[in-house]
């Protein structure tokens, strides 16, 4: 069975994600701070059919970053790294001149230095799978759209342009193709718009955020080997927003369960590196908020 870690996973899209897995034949390997919702969470996992590791942790710890992919070593390796944690910075948001210093610098640890030391955890086992090296299973219309950060003359020498459907002629030596033979595990990164855009009080998630997907487009070129995707699920129904943005009516956005889907038609299509937006079957134009 194929094997993924997915960091919080006790509740919101981490949950969800890890549930259809879970249906799809999955093993599991799921963290979060609070042992009581992530001990709910694997009860509900293994009565899907999975097998689980549930280990309650911070992922800034690097002896639980550890500990995870040892637990998936133990189910049989690692196919699929979900680096699905967040942490806002400040609870709710403030503008820049209100944000903690201190706040800045956990977003960073939890957003951007933690996947980095996942990562770096897991490349062994994640070489060493061989679960995306076959053809597809999906047919469809892709549910993104995206390039594949692979240049034809090996490493870049120009800075690699994690936006390829902009204009930017850094870009002439990408391929577009899918060379499934050679390919071994995945990297799924959960971004945000708030990345790319300038909302007010959204400054220090965001800039969290942007450099989670400048980590993700180097690691990319890095590794040709891997499918690397930092993904930006859009507007959700989550305690993570609620926390954000506590007086904002948040009734009309999707549940988490709504954004599954288009991230499991991404493993299916084992669609080329690159960055996608799982709210629309196109890059969002200029100006649009999926925040």
Known sequence: MPVAIITGAS????RALARA???RGWDLVVDARSAGPLAEAARELREAGARVAALPGDVADGAHRAALVAAAGELGGLDLLVNNASALGAE???RLA???VAGLRRALEVNVVAPLGLIKEALPLLRNSSYFSYPPSYEGEAPYIGDAPFRRDGYPTEAYDPYPYSENSQNDDLSDSHPYVGVHGAVLTVSSDAAVEAYPTWGGYGASKAAL???SA???VEEPGLRVWWVDPGDMRTELYAAAVPDDDDSGRPLPQAVVPALLRLLDGTAASGRYTAAEPLPAPDGASSR
Request: proline share 11%; glycine share 10%.
């Open 11 to 14: 509740k919101g899209l981490g």
């Open 21 to 23: 897995l879970a249906e």
């Open 92 to 94: 709710p948001l403030v």
């Open 98 to 100: 209100e944000l903690p």
């Open 213 to 215: 997907e400048q980590l």
């Open 218 to 220: 180097v690691l990319a």
